[in-house]
Each structure stands twice: as C-alpha cells, then as structure tokens.
T-cell receptor, first 114, second 112 residues
Framework: GAGVSQSPSNKVTEKGKDVELRCDPI?????LYWYRQSLGQGLEFLIYFQGNSAPDKSGLPSDRFSAERTGGSVSTLTIQRTQQEDSAVYLC????????????FGPGTRLTVT | GENVEQHPSTLSVQEGDSAVIKCTYS??????FPWYKQELGKRPQLIID?????GEKKDQRIAVTLNKTAKHFSLHITETQPEDSAVYFC???????????FGKGTLLTVNP
C-alpha cells in the first residue's frame, strides 16, 4: 500500500517568511511524528500526535514552530518567520499504534532558508 | 530525557567482513531498542529492533544484542555486502516508548 508522503519535497524560502509542510501518514496509522535532520546529523524529535490525545510538543525548538493534525490523518508543520538555522530536512513518520513500534518515515521536505 | 551515544562514527570494512556498531543510552526506563538504516538521500528504515525481555535477536545477516545492566546495545552485520553501505542510527525512545532519540549515526562503507 501507499507509504507516508510529504509535500513539498523541496522548499526554498527567504528569511522571515512563513512555511507550511504537509504530511500524509499511512492510512489507519494513529500515531504521527515530526522529526528534523540537519546536514550530517541524526534526527531530532519535534512533535507527536496520537489519536485525539493532546500532542507531545516537547521537541519544538521555539514558539515559531507549530503543528496540527486534522481529522486524525493529515498533519501540517508550520514555521513562522523562518531563520537560516531552520534549514534542514523535515521528516514525518507514522506508526500503527501508540508506543514502541516501528515508525515508517516519509521522504522528507528539504527546507532551505536564504 | 534520553542521552544516546553511538560508536564508531565511521566504519570501513571489506566485503564479507563483519561490522559491529555500539549504542549506549542513559534512561534505565528504556525497554525498546531499534536500529534504523538510512541510505544516501533516502528515508530512514527500521532494520531490526529488540525489547528488553530479550537479550539477542537475529534476522538473517543482522543481529542486535542488548545489555540492560550496562545500558548498551549493539548492531552486528555479518558477511557484509556493498548494499549494506549506509548510515546506521540507534534510536532508543527512553521511558516515553515513542519519542525516538537518535544517535549521531555510523557511516558504514563496505568496500568490494
């Protein structure tokens, strides 16, 4: 079946602009995660959604970052007033249920802030 | 939160040799220990995982061993092949069970 998809695949924006990144998880997966991967680094947890529970936002680096998940499916990560240090690959993942289970990653959105 | 260290950062082996990558973690509440593989320009993919009630798990050429007392777990790849060349990440979630904390990765190069 279809895997996790993300759009856009690449985004170049000017410093100070807002950007929206989209994630479509695998159908039926109740858990959704956002991670950030800077060049040559490991992945950094940003936010976690599970069903109708309040999201775990503990990884968001600043209040310029926010995310929502509508209808328990599609998620949008929004970065306001982008800075150069926001440049990274933003990866979305989903898993079948809450807890310690395989996370399936999307292809990522490469964000470049100029 | 979980602190994760992964060693070595780079590893170069000849085709057919074995490779071992070690991951140490800090959160004693961790009970799930996955390894992800990321090929250049691709997404991370789970290759093997282990839970704390098991000391070792094997899947063909890949195995993971866990030492909960010492708080480390290792990835073992035998009979390496060029297609094993990639970056490998350990990512224990700590007590949260879902918030993967990735190590900095090990770049494995298998030379033909």
């Amino acid at each position: 079946g279809a895997g996790v998809s993300q759009s856009p695949s690449n985004k170049v924006t000017e410093k100070g602009k807002d950007v929206e990144l989209r994630c479509d998880p695998i159908s039926g997966h109740t858990a959704l995660y956002w991670y950030r991967q800077s060049l040559g680094q490991g992945l950094e947890f940003l936010i976690y959604f599970q069903g109708n529970s309040a999201p775990d936002k503990s990884g968001l680096p600043s209040d310029r970052f926010s995310a929502e998940r509508t209808g328990g499916s599609v998620s949008t990560l929004t970065i306001q007033r982008t800075q150069q240090e926001d440049s990274a690959v933003y990866l979305c993942a989903s898993s079948q249920r809450q807890g310690a289970y395989e996370q399936y990653f999307g292809p990522g959105t490469r964000l470049t802030v100029t | 939160g979980e602190n994760v260290e992964q060693h070595p950062s780079t590893l170069s082996v000849q085709e057919g040799d074995s490779a071992v990558i070690k991951c140490t973690y800090s959160d004693s509440a961790s009970n799930y220990f996955p390894w992800y593989k990321q090929e250049l320009g691709k997404r991370p993919q789970l290759i093997i995982d282990i839970r704390s009630n098991v000391g070792e798990k094997k899947d063909q050429r890949i195995a993971v061993t866990l030492n909960k007392t010492a708080k480390h777990f290792s990835l073992h790849i035998t009979e390496t092949q060029p297609e094993d060349s990639a970056v490998y990440f350990c990512a224990p979630p700590g007590g949260s069970n879902y918030k993967l904390t990735f190590g900095k990765g090990t770049l494995l190069t298998v030379n033909p």
